[in-house]
């Protein structure tokens, strides 16, 4: 059956352990959320990272170091 369906979805068995591992125990509105919420998370590091960026260049103009 998994392999039918893995063929099915073109993905290797790999992946659909992977994928089980990963999302096994949760509904799909429950999976749906969490990849939004995974979305979110990156979105938010890289705005941290920018606002860093631009804190230490602000920081390094008001010293006088650029």
Not at 6 to 23: A, G, M, P, Q, V
Not at 49 to 58: C, E, G, I, N, R
């Amino acid at each position: 059956m998994v392999p039918d369906t893995c063929r099915t979805l073109s993905i290797s068995k790999h992946t659909s352990y992977r994928w089980n591992l990963e999302y096994g125990g949760l509904r799909v509105d429950q999976a749906t959320y969490l990849t939004s919420l995974e979305h979110e998370k990156s979105r938010l590091k890289e705005l941290v990272a920018d606002l860093s960026l631009d804190k230490t260049t602000l920081q390094e103009l008001a010293e006088g170091h650029c």
